[in-house]
């Protein structure tokens, strides 16, 4: 077992872990402060071993449509960026989501907008949670705060994407892209076979219709009505999705006076501000969401029956705080503490907002 | 038992290196570690920083505003990261090139002219070694044994020659403080 | 033979392709399409591939493509569909995978995916029609018009001043190491229809031989887009397509 830890960056756990879920394939374009995802994946080289296609396309506009290609088959494929270049994959993951097609997008986010900064940011919140693409439509979005999540959310992601025949996003940050900790890769396990992808997949555009009638994957209706009827289609799936898949983790909530809620490494910070604060008998708590879509609106809108405030903490200017404003309606209050343009908090600045908020947690 | 630590100087200096061999270290002692680098245009020739946790417990955030020990092997450094060294603490310093000294009264300070060592080891390479040796006898975070075992592991067999210069370059900086 | 039994099997020189659906297509009267479409059905059908087909639809006036012949398809963004048959062939690399695409979808918004997948030499077959305008959306200018085209866009003719020179696309895509058969033929008399059915054959068999990426583009009519009857149409094309989008192989590695 001792054995199986390793020393790694995030970015590399995800390649790692993606070899082992028994991944079909990756396609991508160099971006930092991601590519080492690629770069690894390319020097494992997977197609020697489990058979998995590791490609660098042209862009990232190239990338999401060869996943879109490959999911379309039935195949468990994904892509990794960061901000920019899913900037110009939303238009894949419009057809993705659409086409109701199961794959995983990574997202390690840079601060932006524009060309911006190649450092940590979670700016993106928006794009993620609210579709980023034309249409109405979600995706799930798994927020990992450690290495471990890195490589856990890889098999966890397309577990999910398979299960609800939904693009799954894993979204980091620089901090968790580029920092090194201990981790323990899943137990390898085999591609899924033609066969299982026949019977797991009916809908898959095997090329191979000997048995059944030809599959057609489109995203195009043109009969209004028809259209309105896939629409409700992948609104049942978002609401059973709602029902069963929300995720959070909470540290502290039971007696806290003031709650934070930060996700991904930005978590982290708050935790370490939140121990430091404990230390001073002042009793503050964390709620991470580690799915942002599906949101912890209901436990959040339970915290906030028992708590006297809320403090947001995000590598943003108030994104996610949309959606805990929403959760709280207007109980308690609700503040904001963001840095943006790859600037990180330390933890001694979160708590110093805090306190500017709430004065009552000064002992 | 925590420690935090910053380690930052110029890009090629080897302060990143530096920290994994450390955290390695720390993974082959089983204890927490994390490593957070600086990334970026700084890698290629610009300042260089990297932050290491290493804990018997769980660690929370990657990214701190003090440190228990700080080395800096450059200037802007040492100008960045004195302050925020914890009362208590440890500096550690090549005065190669340093022409503001640290100041401050309620630290340790710790001048190391690993420059000056490399240079008689007729090693530049070797640098980061002799800081990290002079770190470890401060501050005997990990183990020699599993810094070494960590320097196997991680370096190409056709470097392995290189392991007893790495080992002699600790020792060497390890007989500085 | 009498007059009935021309109705008899073995008295049958010619029928519909068993995969072209008997679906009523949404292509104007003379246009080009439905008799790509039948050769490309004719052809799975020939060869064998009903069932290891995968075609990749564009967007434009072929993105009902899915309807009419019945194989396995997938329906891709504008422009994407090099990008998408990319995907789909690279994880079932047995498959023949062959795009059907327009001129804007393949030499305007797609350049970059036509491009580097044709460079990456894709084991899949282009089949792409060129009837220089924008057909689905009304009749726009697309990047193949021709200078002095009337368009939508283009209302007093195709000026390179404003718009650029028309595109030879195929002939920047034979200069790629990763083609392996670039050809360019018509459907608009008997004999270019059978002509351009062993190009497509050729491309297919590259495919599943591994070749490399093979391009079919076919000069097609748009006398809907070009406000033009049908007969006029395949004239005006003659007259003024073909010297510009001279005919015949323009690469041919075909037998490695």
Redesign the interface.
Known sequence: M?EE?K?MKGNEAIAHAAVRYGC??Y?GYPI??QSEVLETLEALMPWETTGM?V?Q???E???I?????????G?A?MTSSSSPGISLMQ??MS?IAAGELPALVVNVMRGGPGLGT??PSQSDYFQATKGGGHGDYHYIVLAPSTVQEMADFVALGFDLAFKYRTPAMLLAD??VG?????VVLPEPRPRRTAEEIARQCPWA??????DRK???????ELESDKMEVNNRRLQATYRQIEQNEVRYQEYFTDDAEVVFVAFG?IA??C???I?DARGQGIKVGLLRPITLWPFPTEEISRLANRVKGMMVVELNAGQMIEDVKLAVEGRVPVYHYGRMGGV?P????VFDATLSHFPFLKK | MKTEIIAAGFGGQGVLSMGKILAYAGLIDDLEVTWMPSYGPEQRGGTANVTVVISDKPISSPVLDSYDTAVVLNQQSLDKFEPKVKPGGSLIYDPYGIHRLPTRTDINIYPVAAMDAAMELKSAKSYNMIILGALLKINPIVSIESVMTGLKKTLPERHHHLLPANREAISRGMELI | MKAEDIKLDENKIYCRPTLLNDTTMHYCPGCSHGVVHKLVAEVIEEMGQKDNAIGVAPVGCAVFAYNYIDIDWIEAAHGRAPAVATGAKRLNPERLVFTYQGDGDLAAIGTAETIHAANRGENIAIIFVNNAIYGMTGGQMAPTTLIGQKTATTPYGRRVDLNGHPLKISNLLAELEGTCYVTRQTVHTPAAVRKAKAAIRKAFENSLAGNGTSVVEIVGTCNSGWKLTPDQANKWMEENMIPFYPLGDLKNNSQK
């Open positions: 001792k830890v020393l079909d394939g396609f930092t402060p296609v490609l396309a042209e862009s506009v190239a990338s449509n060869m996943v879109y290609g490959g999911a379309s088959t195949k494929v238009e894949g057809y190649i450092q620089g901090i580029q920092m090194m900790e201990k555009v095997t090329g191979n219709p000997s030809p599959n057609v994957l489109t995203t195009l490494s982290r910070i935790l370490k501000a121990e990180i330390n933890p001694q600045e």
